[in-house]
């Protein structure tokens, strides 16, 4: 399972990129503006922040094919790295996939609703496509499910693309998407800490420390003498 951070904070960047095993981070237009930042400053920082090896995936924000593809061109030379460009899926947006093909630039389709875009996307090019988890379960019912047809589609087409499952607001929701076999979830800084969070965990932890204590005291293993 690759682990992305679905966010535009740096400081949630520079937590998760220490604590988590980050494949990289993806951002949208309404996380850049919530930022409040000149646009170029904040990618460049995310960039740095995570260094040139993991994925940083930028949105553009160009409706017309000829323009997402210029947009793309500036991102991947500006931002450098392991880039890909958000494209949400439409006409123009599949023919800028196909374009971008011929430029070696990653690509992810997002804005993805169903198998059917999503068999699209991949067949125009896409290296990753973002299926909305939590968007639909908002409205019709089961984002999960949806994540899970698009695998099997993927896996019997044998398409070179990859299912990166977006718009999470629960620990269960990304776990059902996992047992599906996507290959990767981009989630909120929030969400890391609930997945690894849990009561008995820390029942457990208070336990071992309790016993520990009862005998021990404040030392440590570091404090002991080796014999
Ligand atoms: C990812 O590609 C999307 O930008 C994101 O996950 C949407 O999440 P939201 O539904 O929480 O806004």
Not at 35 to 55: A, C, Q, S, T, Y
Not at 164 to 175: G, P, R, Y
């Amino acid at each position: 399972m690759k682990y992305m951070l679905d966010s535009g904070n740096l400081a949630d960047v520079k937590h998760c990129n220490e604590f988590y095993p980050l494949a990289g981070v993806t951002t949208n237009p309404t996380l850049v503006a919530k930022e409040k930042m000149e646009f170029w400053e904040l990618v460049k920082e995310i960039r740095n922040i995570i260094g040139p090896d993991k994925m940083l995936h930028v949105q553009t924000v160009q409706t017309e094919a000829e323009k997402i593809v210029e947009e793309a061109k500036l991102l991947k030379y500006q931002v450098g790295g392991n880039f890909f460009v958000k494209i949400p899926i439409s006409e123009e947006g599949l023919k800028a996939v196909m374009m971008l093909k011929e430029e070696d630039i990653g690509v992810t389709v997002t804005a993805i609703f169903t198998p059917a875009q999503a068999l699209l996307a991949a067949t125009a090019g896409a290296d990753f496509v973002a299926p909305y988890v939590n968007r639909f379960d908002n409205v019709v019912g089961d984002g999960a499910r949806v994540v899970e047809e698009i695998v099997q589609e993927f896996d019997r087409y044998g398409m070179n693309c990859q299912v990166l499952a977006a718009s999470f607001k629960n620990v269960e929701q990304i776990h059902k998407c996992a047992l599906s076999g996507c290959h990767a979830v981009t989630i909120s800084a929030d969400l890391f800490k609930n997945t690894l969070s849990h009561p008995m965990t820390d029942v457990a932890v208070a336990g071992f420390e309790k016993d520990w204590d009862s005998l021990y005291g404040d030392q440590t293993i570091l404090d002991f003498e080796i014999k």
